[in-house]
C-alpha cells in the first residue's frame, strides 16, 4: 500500500501559491470540516486503481478547486482505495469527484464509487502535526495578501499625487500641447512612407518570389519610415520630447518676471511656434552640465543605432539557408531528447538488474516516461537497458541484457510497446508471440509492426478518445496482459497474497522504480 501523506505541505501551500483551479486567493473557506472518501472499484486490474492514478495527477497540477482541501491519498492493490479531505461538506467532495469533467471536475464515478464519510477530530491519530503545518501555512498566505493589498493601496495615493504634479506643470508649460503637435506631424509623414512603401510592395510582389521581395519590401519600408522620423527630428521636435523629460524629472523653480516678460503681449506668446515654446522651457529650466552630457550622449546612440541598423546588408536568407537552418535545431532537439530517453533506459536497466540477482527474475514488464509513445525511441530504451555497463564509467548503466522485458510508453495519441527475450530463453517466451497476445487484449487492440522475431518485436496501440480507448488506461490493460502470458508458461510468480511466500514480495507497474 502507497501513501501520499507526506504530501499535506504541497497540499497547503502548493495550491496557495498557485491560486488554486478556480481563481480567488488560493485558500478554503474558513468553516470546513474533514472528511474521509473511499474509492471502491469492480475488479482489480492494475497495482494501481486508474481512479486513484487521475486523482494524483489532478492533486500535483493543482487542478482542485480552492474551496476543497486534498489532504492524503492512500491507494491499495485491492478493491477499496482512501483519501482525506478538507472541506465546507461532503456533498462538495462528491460533486467534484463525480462531476462532467468538461466543468472541471474528475468524473470518477466511470471508474470508481466515491463516498464521504465525516471524520471524530477528537480521535484522529498520525496525521494532526501535518495538517496544522498546512493550516499555518495558509494562514501565513493570507496575512501576505493582505500586506500586498495594503501596500497597493499605498501605492496608488503615491501615483495619484505624482500625476496631480505632472498636470501642475503640463498647465504651466504647455508640454502636452507642443507633444500632440509632434505626434501629428509624426503620423502624417509615416503615412506618407507608408502610402508609398505599399505601392512598391505590389509591385515587387508582382515581379519576383514572395521570399525575396517581401524581405526587400520590409527593409525598405523600414528605411523609408526611419528617415522620414529622423528628418523632422533634425527640424527640433526631439527637443520638445527632452524638455518633456527634464521638466517631469527635475521640475524647474518658479520663474522670476521681469519688466520685459511683463511687457510681452500675450498674443505674440500664443502665437510663438513649438520650437519657441521649447526654447522658453530651457531658458527657465536650465539643466546641469551632466544632465547636457547625457542629452549629447544618447543623442549619439541613437544616431549610430540608425545608421547601423537594417540587418547588416547581407540581404535575405535562401530557402536552402532556412532549410539548413531548421534541420540544425531540429537536430539539437532530437539529441537531447536521444539522450534524455537512453539515460532512463540505462538507469532502469542496472534497476531491474539488481532485483534479478537478488531474486532470480528473468522476466519482467515495466514502462518509460520519455519515449512519449514513439516506438522508435522507446527500442532506444530498450538497447539502453541492455547495454553492457562499462566499469570504468563513472556511473553505472544498463546490464539487464539476460532479462527478458516488455516496455511500455503511452503518448497523447498512441501507446507504443517494445518486448525483448534473451537467446537463452526462447525456447520458453518468444518475443512476437508475447506482443501478439498483449495487442490482441480488448483493452489494448494494437497493431505488431513488420520486422520482429523470436528475440525482439514492436508494436503500436492508437487512442481512440470517442470509444474510450486512452493510452494510460491501455498502458494498464497491456502490462496487466503482459504479466498473464508469462504466468500462464511459468516464467512469472503467482501472486498468491501470502506475506510469508516469497514468489509474492515481487511488485511490477508503473512505480517499481521510480528515476
Given at each position: 500500500?502507497?501513501?501520499?501523506?507526506?504530501?499535506?505541505?504541497?497540499?497547503g501551500?502548493?495550491?496557495?501559491?498557485?491560486?488554486?483551479?478556480?481563481?480567488?486567493?488560493?485558500?478554503?473557506?474558513?468553516?470546513t470540516?474533514?472528511?474521509?472518501?473511499?474509492?471502491?472499484?469492480?475488479?482489480?486490474?492494475?497495482?494501481?486503481?486508474?481512479?486513484?492514478?487521475?486523482?494524483s495527477?489532478?492533486?500535483?497540477?493543482?487542478?482542485?478547486?480552492?474551496?476543497?482541501?486534498?489532504?492524503?491519498?492512500?491507494?491499495t492493490?485491492?478493491?477499496?482505495?482512501?483519501?482525506?479531505?478538507?472541506?465546507?461538506?461532503?456533498?462538495?467532495?462528491?460533486?467534484?469527484?463525480?462531476?462532467?469533467?468538461?466543468?472541471?471536475?474528475?468524473?470518477?464515478?466511470?471508474?470508481?464509487?466515491?463516498?464521504?464519510?465525516?471524520?471524530?477530530?477528537?480521535?484522529?491519530?498520525?496525521?494532526s502535526?501535518?495538517l496544522?503545518?498546512?493550516?499555518?501555512?495558509?494562514?501565513?498566505?493570507?496575512s501576505?495578501?493582505?500586506?500586498?493589498?495594503?501596500?497597493?493601496?499605498?501605492?496608488?495615493?503615491?501615483?495619484?499625487?505624482?500625476?496631480?504634479?505632472?498636470?501642475?506643470?503640463?498647465?504651466?508649460?504647455?508640454?502636452?500641447?507642443?507633444a500632440?503637435?509632434?505626434?501629428?506631424?509624426?503620423?502624417?509623414?509615416t503615412?506618407?512612407?507608408l502610402?508609398?512603401a505599399?505601392?512598391?510592395?505590389?509591385?515587387?510582389?508582382?515581379?519576383?518570389?514572395?521570399?525575396g521581395?517581401g524581405?526587400?519590401?520590409?527593409?525598405s519600408m523600414?528605411?523609408r519610415?526611419?528617415?522620414?522620423?529622423?528628418?523632422?527630428?533634425?527640424?527640433?521636435?526631439?527637443?520638445?520630447?527632452?524638455?518633456?523629460?527634464?521638466?517631469?524629472?527635475?521640475?524647474?523653480?518658479?520663474?522670476?518676471?521681469t519688466?520685459?516678460?511683463?511687457?510681452?503681449?500675450?498674443?505674440?506668446?500664443?502665437?510663438?511656434p513649438?520650437?519657441?515654446?521649447?526654447?522658453?522651457?530651457?531658458?527657465?529650466?536650465?539643466?546641469?552640465?551632466?544632465?547636457?552630457?547625457?542629452?549629447?550622449?544618447?543623442?549619439?546612440?541613437?544616431?549610430k543605432?540608425?545608421?547601423?541598423?537594417g540587418?547588416?546588408?547581407?540581404?535575405?536568407?535562401?530557402?536552402?539557408?532556412?532549410?539548413?537552418?531548421?534541420?540544425?535545431?531540429?537536430?539539437?532537439?532530437?539529441?537531447?531528447?536521444?539522450?534524455?530517453?537512453?539515460?532512463?533506459?540505462?538507469?532502469?536497466?542496472?534497476e531491474?538488474?539488481?532485483a534479478?540477482?537478488m531474486?532470480g527474475?528473468?522476466f519482467?514488464c515495466?514502462?518509460?516516461?520519455?519515449?512519449?509513445?514513439?516506438?522508435?525511441?522507446l527500442?532506444?530504451?530498450?538497447?539502453?537497458?541492455?547495454?553492457?555497463?562499462d566499469?570504468?564509467?563513472?556511473?553505472?548503466?544498463g546490464?539487464?541484457?539476460?532479462?527478458?522485458?516488455m516496455?511500455?510508453?503511452?503518448?497523447?495519441?498512441?501507446?507504443?510497446?517494445?518486448?525483448?527475450?534473451?537467446?537463452?530463453?526462447?525456447?520458453?517466451?518468444n518475443?512476437?508471440?508475447?506482443?501478439?497476445?498483449?495487442c490482441?487484449?480488448?483493452?489494448?487492440?494494437g497493431?505488431?509492426?513488420?520486422?520482429?522475431d523470436?528475440?525482439?518485436a514492436?508494436?503500436?496501440?492508437?487512442?481512440?478518445?470517442?470509444?474510450?480507448?486512452?493510452?494510460?488506461k491501455m498502458?494498464?490493460?497491456?502490462?496487466?496482459?503482459g504479466?498473464?502470458?508469462?504466468?500462464?508458461?511459468g516464467?512469472?510468480?503467482?501472486?498468491?497474497?501470502d506475506?510469508?511466500?516469497?514468489?509474492?514480495?515481487?511488485?511490477?507497474?508503473?512505480?517499481?522504480?521510480?528515476?
Amino acid at each position: 500500500m502507497a501513501s501520499f501523506g507526506s504530501s499535506l505541505e504541497h497540499a497547503g501551500a502548493g495550491a496557495s501559491a498557485h491560486g488554486g483551479a478556480h481563481g480567488g486567493l488560493g485558500l478554503p473557506p474558513s468553516s470546513t470540516s474533514l472528511f474521509l472518501v473511499t474509492h471502491t472499484i469492480e475488479a482489480v486490474t492494475a497495482k494501481v486503481p486508474f481512479a486513484m492514478m487521475m486523482l494524483s495527477q489532478a492533486f500535483h497540477s493543482n487542478q482542485v478547486p480552492y474551496q476543497l482541501r486534498l489532504r492524503q491519498i492512500i491507494p491499495t492493490s485491492s478493491l477499496v482505495s482512501t483519501s482525506l479531505w478538507e472541506a465546507p461538506s461532503a456533498a462538495d467532495i462528491i460533486t467534484y469527484l463525480n462531476g462532467p469533467t468538461e466543468q472541471g471536475q474528475l468524473n470518477l464515478s466511470e471508474f470508481c464509487k466515491s463516498e464521504a464519510f465525516p471524520v471524530v477530530p477528537e480521535y484522529l491519530h498520525g496525521v494532526s502535526l501535518d495538517l496544522g503545518k498546512s493550516q499555518v501555512v495558509e494562514s501565513v498566505q493570507t496575512s501576505a495578501n493582505k500586506a500586498a493589498a495594503s501596500i497597493s493601496a499605498t501605492t496608488s495615493a503615491a501615483t495619484d499625487a505624482a500625476k496631480a504634479k505632472l498636470a501642475e506643470l503640463d498647465a504651466k508649460y504647455k508640454l502636452t500641447n507642443s507633444a500632440k503637435e509632434a505626434t501629428s506631424k509624426i503620423k502624417e509623414t509615416t503615412n506618407k512612407a507608408l502610402e508609398g512603401a505599399n505601392k512598391a510592395a505590389t509591385n515587387a510582389f508582382a515581379e519576383g518570389t514572395l521570399l525575396g521581395q517581401g524581405w526587400g519590401f520590409m527593409k525598405s519600408m523600414g528605411e523609408r519610415v526611419t528617415a522620414a522620423v529622423r528628418d523632422y527630428n533634425e527640424d527640433g521636435s526631439e527637443k520638445t520630447t527632452e524638455a518633456t523629460e527634464e521638466a517631469a524629472a527635475a521640475p524647474p523653480p518658479p520663474p522670476t518676471e521681469t519688466p520685459a516678460q511683463s511687457d510681452t503681449p500675450a498674443a505674440s506668446v500664443e502665437a510663438a511656434p513649438a520650437a519657441a515654446t521649447t526654447t522658453t522651457a530651457h531658458e527657465e529650466a536650465p539643466a546641469s552640465s551632466q544632465e547636457q552630457e547625457t542629452g549629447q550622449k544618447k543623442k549619439k546612440d541613437k544616431k549610430k543605432k540608425k545608421e547601423g541598423g537594417g540587418g547588416g546588408g547581407g540581404g535575405p536568407p535562401s530557402a536552402e539557408e532556412i532549410a539548413a537552418m531548421k534541420a540544425a535545431k531540429q537536430a539539437e532537439t532530437e539529441k537531447k531528447l536521444i539522450k534524455d530517453v537512453t539515460k532512463e533506459g540505462g538507469k532502469k536497466g542496472v534497476e531491474i538488474e539488481g532485483a534479478a540477482d537478488m531474486g532470480g527474475l528473468e522476466f519482467f514488464c515495466t514502462t518509460m516516461e520519455k519515449p512519449d509513445g514513439e516506438v522508435k525511441y522507446l527500442k532506444m530504451s530498450m538497447d539502453a537497458m541492455n547495454e553492457v555497463p562499462d566499469p570504468d564509467g563513472e556511473e553505472r548503466r544498463g546490464g539487464s541484457g539476460h532479462v527478458g522485458k516488455m516496455i511500455f510508453s503511452a503518448g497523447t495519441e498512441a501507446m507504443s510497446m517494445v518486448a525483448y527475450v534473451p537467446k537463452d530463453k526462447q525456447d520458453r517466451i518468444n518475443a512476437t508471440e508475447w506482443l501478439k497476445s498483449v495487442c490482441a487484449d480488448d483493452g489494448v487492440k494494437g497493431e505488431l509492426q513488420a520486422g520482429g522475431d523470436a528475440g525482439l518485436a514492436t508494436a503500436i496501440a492508437k487512442a481512440d478518445p470517442d470509444a474510450g480507448m486512452f493510452t494510460i488506461k491501455m498502458k494498464d490493460a497491456a502490462m496487466a496482459q503482459g504479466f498473464a502470458y508469462l504466468r500462464e508458461r511459468g516464467c512469472f510468480p503467482e501472486d498468491t497474497g501470502d506475506d510469508d511466500d516469497d514468489d509474492g514480495d515481487y511488485v511490477y507497474g508503473d512505480d517499481d522504480f521510480p528515476s
